[in-house]
């Protein structure tokens, strides 16, 4: 009987036939790696790093890793530097396993390296770590076209023309640190204007030369980086120092004239306190200055000079402010031609001046702007060249 019973059970199809509970594994899901640009084989040498990323590091601060290696922005490297950083991030004893890859930037070697180095371009230096516990980030082989992000930011988007934002940069920029910019703005003339005060009954004005320079120094630290609801944050302070290459217009009127005779240099500064955050295509920003920064806004037109002041029926009033409120918008349609405003209005000044300053770049391909100032009984349009340089202090 039970050997019948066997061969009945062997002779049922084998989908019918009794079988081990089947225990399926867990698939891991890795994140993508990111695109880190064109591959470039680690056998030659020597090359210009540009960049230092790590990839696959969850649980140590980047500023940790950045600590144990000796590569650095401008450094020349070769096949056994990068090996002796990767035995020392192997040293930290967190990571079961470290390689590298070299990736090509846009961003030309020095020329006191040309003929020297193996790559025309600086290169990307990645390091793909694998946490002791954790499974393995898949190293990036993509050969697709750097992203904006990943070069050298053509356009600064730490400040517009006088206020800052919280951003230090783009890419790896924005995030927590210190920044640097060095900015001059120069005020050409006015375009056109209109006046109508206590001591004239309307004036106009058009294609009025002003040669105000302002040269500034803008150090800021990041406090906080943006998430997707938090804004970023910094603190920082500014220093202008401003002068003229030409005699500010005199206000001349029938029967009155007024020779405006300001001083031709002036030191300002201010600290501040900036919060940024992106919508989309737009960076809004907002903040606070504290100093005598708001003391420009009447360097730009004669009729908030202190003589002025004494003619428009105030008398004893200076145009001059402690505090400064100011905004922001800024967009890259394009990363060489910024497009965006801000907005700065001193506090407590006398004919209440507020100054709107206009990034045109992107509509007139040029480095010009305008600018638009309006105070009590009247308004101008100026128009400005700006130039501005970002340093990023070393970590």
Do not use: H
Not at 258 to 281: E, H, I, M, W
């Amino acid at each position: 009987m039970n050997a019948l019973l066997l061969g009945a059970l062997l002779a049922l199809p084998a989908g019918a036939q009794p079988s081990e509970p089947v225990v399926s594994s867990p698939t891991v899901v890795l994140p993508a790696a990111p695109d880190f640009g064109p591959r470039l084989p680690a056998t030659s040498g020597p090359w210009v790093i540009g960049d230092v990323r790590f990839y696959g590091a969850v649980t140590v601060s980047d500023y940790a890793l950045r600590s144990k290696v000796r590569a650095k922005r401008g450094s020349l490297y070769g096949p056994n530097d990068i090996q002796g950083d990767v035995q020392g991030l192997l040293e930290m004893g967190v990571f079961s396993a470290v390689s590298s890859g070299l990736f090509a930037t846009d961003e030309p070697v020095p020329e006191q390296y040309t003929g020297i180095v193996a790559s025309t371009g600086n290169v990307r230096l990645v390091f793909f770590v694998e946490e002791k516990g954790k499974p393995a980030a898949a190293p990036a082989v993509s050969t697709a076209p750097l992203r904006a992000e990943d070069r050298v930011p053509p356009a600064a988007v730490s400040g517009l023309i006088f206020t800052p934002t919280a951003y230090r940069g783009l890419g790896r920029y924005n995030r927590p640190g210190l920044g640097l910019d060095f900015n001059g703005v120069y005020y050409i003339g006015r375009l056109y204007g209109k006046n109508s005060s206590d001591y004239t009954t309307r004036k106009t004005n058009y294609i009025d030369r002003i040669g105000a320079w302002f040269v500034s120094a803008d150090g800021k630290m990041q406090l906080q980086s943006e998430t997707k609801w938090r804004p970023a944050m910094a603190a920082g302070v500014q220093g202008y120092f401003t002068f003229r290459d030409s005699p500010q217009p005199s206000i001349q009127t029938p029967g009155v004239t007024v020779n405006v005779s300001q001083k031709t240099t002036r030191a300002l500064a201010d600290a501040y306190v900036v919060f940024s955050k992106k919508f989309g295509p737009v960076r809004g920003s907002a903040g606070v200055m504290q100093g005598n920064f708001g003391d420009a806004v009447p360097l730009l037109s004669e009729f908030l000079s202190p003589q002025a002041m004494t003619f428009n029926g105030l008398p004893g009033r200076i145009a001059s402010a402690k505090t400064t409120f100011f905004c922001s918008l800024l967009s890259l349609p394009k990363p060489a031609y910024p497009l965006g405003f801000e907005f700065i209005k001193p506090n407590g000044m006398a004919l209440s001046p507020y100054l709107i300053n206009f990034k045109l770049g992107y509509f007139l391909k040029l480095n010009f702007d305008i600018a638009y100032l309006k105070f009590k009984n009247g308004y101008d349009l100026l128009g400005m060249f700006q130039f501005r340089y970002n340093y990023f202090p070393s970590r």
